[in-house]
Nanobody, 125 residues
Framework: QVQLVESGGGLVQAGGSLRLSCTGT????????MGWFRQAPRKEREFVAA????????YYADSVKGRFTISKDDAKNTVFLQMNSVKPEDTAVYYC??????????????????WGQGTQVTVSS
């Protein structure tokens, strides 16, 4: 059983930075992809970024491209989301997720089999 635990959320001013972490247990992620999604109040959950564990290929939503960076630490089975130049519209609950199909890196929510509990990010204007 895969378990994902996010951390690092909080309150940040617009223009500031925040780094989210997601640590996975129960399985090594050497062939799989990890993704970040977010859900703002009264909105659908949306894709933010993904990284292929083997090779490190990345994929971003247009809304965060150039501001957010996804990365990983193989030894710690941890994926990060560095959020820079944040905006009030980045306010949401951020979720990490694991896609266990080898070789795929996807922005589709239904491709991800395991999800963390979420961490709140609030950006003040």
């Amino acid at each position: 059983q895969v378990q994902l635990v996010e951390s690092g959320g909080g309150l940040v001013q617009a223009g500031g930075s925040l780094r989210l972490s997601c640590t996975g247990t129960g399985r090594a992620f050497s062939n799989y992809a990890m993704g970040w999604f977010r859900q703002a109040p009264r909105k659908e959950r949306e894709f933010v970024a993904a990284i292929q564990w083997s090779g490190g290929g990345t994929y971003y939503a247009d809304s965060v491209k150039g501001r957010f960076t996804i990365s990983k630490d193989d030894a710690k089975n941890t994926v990060f989301l560095q959020m820079n130049s944040v905006k009030p519209e980045d306010t949401a609950v951020y979720y990490c997720a694991a896609d266990l199909t080898p070789g795929r890196v996807s922005g589709y929510e239904n491709h991800y089999a395991y999800w963390g509990q979420g961490t709140q990010v609030t950006v003040s204007s």
